[in-house]
């Protein structure tokens, strides 16, 4: 029970959106976009998040689209992880967001709202940053389409009454192997201790990580020192362990020692997946 | 404007109500309607007892608003009317206090809808979503596993 009240709104075309948030803004109610409506709800309920108006933006054609057009999936940000999961167009994608929550809670959630959250793990962000995706941006002034790597630095940055419409990714990606491996503490479902993503692009591997720090990441440095082949691949995990960009979190889901444990055997795996144990 | 007069399509039928923008479709189905079987619990979407099934699909009930929900087709517990997975939970003994039940009872109605040939793993993936303090999961894995078979061989309990 959310114990303030607020509007609700339903417009139908970007256009409509963005002028709706410009007009309810000028009127001080402080709106919010709205997608799944998982983390308004549990969050408004406790007041950490307080909106006078709300923006569902799950009428508007561009954001429910999900289709390949010639070599690009595009894909609108009302798509709930189910969905996505279900139609499986994007493995890598899949593997990730299926960790997400639990079932019917992904019946719910959305492609928009994880990566918009306002909690820091926003695991659909990680398969994006892989595959260098593109991000289709409202603003009252139209529509800009950007790679993410230029507007996501640790969330992603919108301005004042942008919103995320959808999302395209290079299909040459999806034949990549890969690999997606989420580490909880304890139960198989909820929030992770550390959820780290690579894919295997010619020989290089490329790899994201969220919980470790508080936000996720891709870090070109990281990367780097996990495909240095001339030293050892404790060395190479070591040197990785160096690069980390921001301290490790330490919180009730665990230390920042432990953290870091889970981690070393993790980025294990990742080279056995993608690289097979001769290399060790 | 901060309340509506809406419509809802619950159970079969429209039902009028006038609602907070801010209210939730579990408070809504429970005080305006008096539809008490989807529960309270948690209230934060992590223990399934208000689980109702939109669209055929289970939907956690605390996590979704009222307004949002007007051009869906809305199922509660109330409207099963003695299916054929509330018999198998009573056969196989899958509640004790039976406070999570309805939760339970409409998780796995939409999946023996939408999977007739769910696997274990299909089974695990969903159960998941729902929380019981009394009984283990192995009766309602039976409950669900009994009605999957039933189906399959063209036989009603
Ligand atoms: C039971 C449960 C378990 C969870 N487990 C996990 C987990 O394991 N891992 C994890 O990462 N998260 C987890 N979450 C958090 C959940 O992922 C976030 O709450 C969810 O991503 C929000 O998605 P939503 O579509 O419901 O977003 P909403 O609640 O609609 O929005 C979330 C935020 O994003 C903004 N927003 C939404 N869409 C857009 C858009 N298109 N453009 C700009 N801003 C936008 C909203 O204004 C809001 O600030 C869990 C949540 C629940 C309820
Ligand atoms: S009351 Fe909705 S999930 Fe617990
Ligand atoms: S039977 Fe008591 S909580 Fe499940």
Avoid at chain 1, 72 to 91: C, D, H, Q, R, S
Avoid at chain 1, 243 to 264: M, N, Q, T
């Amino acid at each position: 029970m959310i114990s303030y009240d607020f509007e609700y709104h339903k417009p139908t075309s970007i256009s409509e959106a963005t002028h709706l948030y410009q007009s309810l803004q000028s009127q001080g109610k402080k709106p919010m976009y709205y997608c799944g409506g998982t983390e308004i709800l549990t969050l408004g309920r406790v007041n950490r998040i307080v909106t006078g108006a709300i923006i569902d933006i799950k009428g508007i054609l561009d954001c429910n689209v999900l289709k390949l057009e010639e070599n690009l999936l595009i894909m609108g940000v009302a798509n709930t992880l189910t969905k996505l999961n279900e139609t499986n167009y994007f493995p890598l994608l899949s593997k990730t967001i299926i960790e997400i929550a639990d079932h019917t809670a992904r019946n719910k959630i959305t492609l928009g709202g994880n990566i918009c959250a306002n909690i820091f793990y926003r695991e659909a962000v990680l398969p994006l940053l892989l595959t260098d995706s593109q991000v289709v941006i409202a603003s009252p002034n139209g529509v800009k389409v950007s790679f993410i790597h230029e507007v996501f630095h640790q969330t992603l940055n919108l301005n004042d009454g942008e919103f995320l419409v959808q999302v395209k990714t290079d299909n040459s990606y999806f034949k990549m192997p890969y690999v997606s491996v989420k580490r909880r503490r304890q139960w198989d479902i909820g929030y992770p201790l550390i959820t780290v993503a690579a894919i295997k692009n010619d020989n290089e591997i490329r790899v994201a990580f969220s919980g470790l720090c508080s936000f996720p990441f891709r870090s070109q440095q990281i990367e780097q020192s996990l495909n240095n082949r001339q030293i050892s691949r404790q060395s190479r995990i070591d040197q990785v362990i160096n690069d980390i960009p921001a301290p490790i979190l330490d919180d009730v889901h665990g230390s920042a020692e432990y953290r870091l444990f889970v981690l070393k055997y993790t980025l294990n795996n990742v080279l056995d997946a993608l690289e097979g144990e001769r290399h060790a | 404007m901060l309340k509506s007069e809406i419509t809802l399509y619950v159970n079969g039928e429209p039902r009028q109500v006038y609602v907070r923008h801010t209210d939730t479709l579990l408070h809504t189905l429970r005080e305006n309607l008096g539809l008490t079987g989807a529960k309270p619990g948690c209230l934060n979407g992590d223990c399934g007892a208000c689980t109702i099934d939109i669209d055929e699909e289970p939907i956690k009930s605390c996590l979704t608003l009222s307004v949002e929900s007007t051009d869906k087709k809305i199922t509660t517990v109330e409207g099963l009317q003695n299916a054929q997975i509330q018999k198998e939970f009573i056969k196989k003994f899958a509640f004790q206090c039976g406070y999570c039940t309805p939760g339970f009872i409409m998780n796995c109605n939409a999946l023996i809808n939408k999977y007739p040939d769910a696997d274990d793993a299909k089974i695990k993936d969903w159960l998941e979503s729902n929380i019981c303090r009394c009984t283990g999961y192995a009766e309602i894995e039976e409950a669900i596993k009994a009605v999957l078979t039933k189906n399959q061989q063209g036989l009603s309990s």
